[in-house]
């Protein structure tokens, strides 16, 4: 079974540039995650998706991030301005809908690098 | 809110060594408690998992058990291997919200 899979593993932007993340989560997953892991710290949900709606987005930083899911397979996830505390690995995860949040199966993330 | 405070690494230690990483958390109610591993280059797996209070986690030879009193979870491994070389994190979560709250990860390293 194919895993979660994202790209690019790593990109370095200057502050004020825009970039995107996408994510390929496992065949017939209905729940997408995805999650902000700044170093030293563990990941914290940004987002979380039922097939292509949005269940929560409280910690997103709307004024700079967006994600959509289109067609409820894919996602992309973009920060546009980019601020260099935006440095960090963003993990996406995925898993089936009757699963919780534990159980799910974890990209090998993108490090992003602001400089 | 909920948090989970793990000790802070590098834990350094030989091949077959004992190994524990502690873990207290902070909840309202009775959350399930989780340890992840993240290997060196691959994405975060589940380890093990408690349920309820009592209960112990086990698996690859780890183990950590649920400890409602001290609000514990604390890993254990009695024989560390080389490829056992990685980040764990312990995680809490509540059945309402279904939202993991993760600790801050502790790197183990094994040398031979």
């Known amino acids: 079974e194919a895993g979660v899979a994202q790209s690019p593993r790593y990109k370095i932007i200057e502050k004020r540039q825009s970039v995107a993340f996408w994510c390929n989560p496992i065949s017939g997953h209905a729940t997408l995650y995805w999650y902000q892991q700044i170093l030293g710290q563990g990941p914290k949900l940004l987002i979380q998706f039922q097939n292509n709606g949005v269940v929560d987005d409280s910690q997103l930083p709307k004024d700079r991030f967006s994600a959509e899911r289109l067609k409820g397979v894919d996602s992309t996830l973009k920060i546009q301005p980019a601020k260099l505390e935006d440095s960090a690995v963003y993990l996406c995860?995925?898993?089936?809908?009757?699963?919780?949040?534990?159980?799910?199966?974890f990209g090998q993330g993108t490090r992003l690098t602001v400089v | 809110g909920n948090s989970v405070t793990q000790m802070e690494g590098p834990v350094t230690l030989s091949e077959e060594a004992f190994l524990t990483i502690n873990c207290t958390y902070t909840?309202?109610?009775?959350?399930?408690l989780f340890w992840y591993v993240q290997y060196p280059g691959e994405g975060l797996q589940l380890l093990l998992k408690a349920t309820k209070a009592d209960d112990k986690g086990s698996n690859k030879g780890f183990e950590a058990t649920y400890r409602k009193e001290t609000t514990s979870f604390h890993l254990e491994k009695g024989s560390v291997q080389v490829s056992d070389s990685a980040v764990y994190f312990c995680?809490?979560?509540?059945?309402?919200?279904?939202?993991?709250?993760f600790g801050g990860g502790t790197r183990v390293l094994v040398k031979p």
């Open positions: 995860a995925s898993s089936p809908a009757d699963r919780d949040s534990a159980e799910a199966f």
């Open positions: 909840a309202t109610g009775y959350p399930s």
């Open positions: 995680a809490l979560l509540k059945a309402a919200g279904n939202k993991l709250t």
